[in-house]
């Protein structure tokens, strides 16, 4: 059986046919419609569909931890925009809030699994999307992690959820169950103001393979939510495991300059899955299931 990959960017679909044609991800048909226009017979005998696909970043994912082709899977990454603390942050009113549509053809086709991720500023979202999947029988788990924690140069931090439907034993029925997800949400909802909490742990983050030279304005403009603090002239970040490490000082970058479709390369790897951390989140159900 093929895959199916549906993605509304020409630049990524045709980005996607070259992935295909030189098996670095799944085999299978590539569709650029909106997910608007897809209707659930329109993924009858696809045993994988990958939504939002952008550059294939979670068929590679899937690879890495080692799932088949063959075997089913649906993955979809919905427009971080609507979310992000670098945009107007619209939320369910940004027209790119495509969750619905992803919901209604999970709801129709109920695949066995269905693997996603958000931007970590979006935990409203997050509940959205465990409520509606549960109400259709599915059990849904989520974690907080940066794509560091998974050997990245950078940190890109997400929600991470997979939903499944063969075990819903896994489901949690309580109706008045708190549905804030992750340390993050719990930072949110319980910590004060980062100045007014100490520091416990300091290291240095280039130890943890962070990129080099970053500041505050660019962890916030890439969705990340975790505090910073300043203490002794320099900048440290709360990190998941309770830690506060050290921001390194700032550097200077260079710009591209005569890279051929430069910007239609920066939008699919700006708009692209990071495969290292999804491909941890596949083990670790994989391990669980």
């Not at 098996?23 to 299978?28: D, T």
């Not at 709801?107 to 109400?135: I, K, M, Y």
Request: hydrophobic share 40%; aromatic share 12%.
């Amino acid at each position: 059986m093929t895959a199916y990959y549906n993605e509304n960017d020409p630049f990524a679909a045709q980005w996607l046919r070259n992935l295909i044609s030189k098996n670095l991800i799944a085999p299978g048909d590539v569709d650029e419609r909106s997910i608007a226009d897809v209707q659930p017979d329109d993924l009858k005998g696809y045993t994988q569909c990958h939504f939002f696909a952008g550059i294939g970043g979670w068929s590679l994912a899937a690879r890495l931890a080692g799932w088949d082709d063959e075997r089913p899977l649906w993955t979809g990454s919905c427009p971080c925009q609507p979310f992000s603390v670098s945009g107007k942050r619209e939320g369910f009113n940004d027209r790119r809030h495509l969750w619905p549509e992803f919901k209604r053809l999970i709801a129709e086709r109920q695949p066995s699994v269905v693997f996603g991720e958000q931007s970590a500023a979006a935990a409203s979202w997050l509940a959205l999307v465990r409520s509606d999947l549960e109400a259709v029988g599915y059990a849904m788990g989520a974690i907080p992690m940066e794509a560091a924690s998974a050997g990245a140069e950078h940190f890109r931090d997400r929600y991470w959820f997979v939903a499944d439907y063969d075990n819903s034993e896994w489901r949690t029925d309580d109706p008045c169950r708190d549905v804030s997800v992750g340390q993050d949400a719990r930072w949110q909802k319980e910590a004060g103001h980062s100045s007014e909490r100490r520091p416990v742990f300091m290291e240095h983050a280039s130890r943890f393979g962070w990129g080099e030279g970053w500041t505050e304005h660019e962890f916030r403009s890439r969705g990340f939510t975790a505090p910073v603090a300043s203490f002794r002239g320099r900048q440290y970040v709360e990190c998941p495991d309770g830690k506060w490490r050290a921001l390194p000082p700032p550097r200077v970058r260079w710009l591209g300059n005569g890279i051929p479709a430069r910007v239609d390369k920066l939008r699919g790897l700006g708009n692209a899955v990071d495969p290292r951390p999804a491909a941890e989140i596949i083990k670790a159900y994989m391990d669980a299931a």
